[in-house]
């Protein structure tokens, strides 16, 4: 077959519009090593989106292909539904519960990616509440530009209109606040300022809601697909406090910044702040199949344990709740994540990256702003720094100059976002940043 000749013609896209796709033929990745990718002429990349924020161990890693080829050997599929079991997943589990210690993480139910995740946390949640005799107790709070995946649960609760608007109505009793986003806010400059008044926002919802029918407050603890919203400090730690004044319980959309992306090895873990519920997906296999996860705490597992009858069973998993070749591929990706504490290098690198883009906002007049935290990072350009209008004709002029390069990263509106697999080291980084910044001043000279 001529790829060529049907690239974009018979797939959606996710997110794209048929007529873009055959006016702009997506690129057509064909190899992958390392942190390098090829597309189908041959053309060499560094890739600097890690695929889709996932693939933190690199491509082509003989562990985990390894792991995935013996599990094809031993056992391609058997399903984790009441009444059996196969060891991967028991192994997984055991291997979640010891990472998550700290967060007192106690059970775990598999899917297979972040919207399936985001889907069990909303009715383990729901479920949750119904069991402790509190059936008002479903709504759902969460921040604007907050992105969660798909499903009509994710959907509902997605910060942003172009995820909702074509599929309206979607799950009633679900409701936004504002994110705390520095650079664009009509508050205050002041991060810490904003913290508080964002986490105060949450306790003026909650009130407004009606404490006793608000199941859970959902955020991710750096908001990855909204355009790298780093929040103050103090936010994440407020936003406990306050659920926990009006028990709330607090579910960590982990998918992007879970095992080490964000410089941590949780999101979480980060802003010293202990979720209910974790969600987890991308990095958790590295990419190399399909899986998701839904962690709970003892709170959570408790409840259920006590609840005896049939009522206390969960309604709920997925013929795929627990893949034996996902769970392999997931156990050698995170044994890399660990032995090569690829959190520690996101952290380090994430600290290097900072020091040499930061300057770039006073050295060239269409950034705006650069923001990050380990190795996720988004540079926002503006048509003039005073009225901050979105400048998003340079990010594809820079976009396109960068593949022609040799380094891919992610367009995203009027923003680059920079994402690297979290083995990447300081050498192949900076030329990432190289190739960014001779591309940046030929468009902003054309
Ligand atoms: N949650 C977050 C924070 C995400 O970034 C994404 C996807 O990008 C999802 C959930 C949905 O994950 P998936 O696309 O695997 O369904």
Not at 414 to 441: C, G, M, R, Y
Request: aromatic letters at 8%; a neutral charge; hydrophobic letters at 35%.
């Amino acid at each position: 077959l001529n790829i060529e000749e049907w690239n974009g013609k018979e797939q959606w896209h996710p997110m794209g519009h048929p007529n873009d796709m055959l006016q702009k033929p997506p690129l057509i990745i064909k190899k992958g090593k390392g942190v390098h990718i090829e597309d189908n002429h041959g053309r060499k990349m560094i890739d600097g989106f890690a695929g889709l924020w996932n693939i933190n161990c690199g491509y082509n890693r003989q562990e985990i292909k390894d792991a995935i080829i013996n599990q094809l050997d031993e056992l391609v599929y058997y399903s984790t539904f009441k009444g059996t079991s196969h060891p991967r997943s028991i192994e997984l589990a055991h291997l979640l519960m010891e990472m998550t210690k700290p967060e007192n993480m106690k059970r775990v139910m598999f899917s297979s990616g972040g919207s399936d995740a985001m889907e069990t946390a909303m009715r383990i949640a729901r479920q949750y509440w119904k069991m402790e005799g509190q059936k008002d107790r479903y709504k759902f709070i969460s921040l604007k530009q907050g992105y969660h995946g798909t499903h009509f649960g994710a959907a509902s609760v997605n910060g942003n209109t172009r995820f909702r608007r074509n599929y309206e109505p979607l799950l009633p009793g679900c409701s936004h606040i504002d994110a705390p986003w520095t650079y664009r806010n009509p508050y205050t400059e002041n991060p810490e300022e904003l913290g508080k008044i964002c986490a105060e926002l949450l306790e003026r919802e909650i009130q407004f809601q009606s404490p006793d029918t608000v199941a859970a407050f959902i955020m991710e603890p750096v908001l990855g697909a909204g355009g790298v919203i780093v929040p103050p400090d103090n936010f994440m730690p407020l936003v406990r406090e306050v659920c926990d004044k009006y028990d709330v319980l607090l579910i960590a959309d982990e998918v992007v910044t879970g095992f080490g992306r964000s410089g941590s090895m949780f999101g979480s873990r980060a802003w010293g702040v202990k979720p209910d519920i974790m969600t987890l997906a991308k990095g958790i296999s590295s990419g190399y199949i399909p899986l998701g996860a839904t962690l709970c705490n003892e709170r959570i597992d408790n409840v259920f344990k006590a609840n005896n009858d049939s009522f206390g069973a969960i309604g709920h998993g997925y013929t795929y709740s627990g893949h034996p070749v996902a769970c392999a591929a997931a156990i050698a990706a995170l044994n890399i994540v660990i032995k090569e504490d690829l959190p520690a290098n996101a952290r380090k690198l994430g600290n290097h990256l900072m020091n040499r883009l930061k300057p770039f906002e006073n050295t060239y007049k269409t950034v705006g702003d650069v923001r990050g935290k380990g190795l996720m990072f988004a540079i926002e350009f503006v048509k003039d720094k005073t009225s901050k209008k979105p400048n998003r004709e340079i990010v594809s002029k820079i976009h396109k100059k960068m593949i022609e390069k040799g380094a891919f990263v992610r367009a995203s509106g009027n923003a680059i976002i920079i994402s690297p697999p979290l083995i990447i080291n300081k050498k192949e980084l900076d030329s990432i940043v190289d190739i960014f910044e001779t591309s940046l001043i030929e468009a902003e000279a054309l």
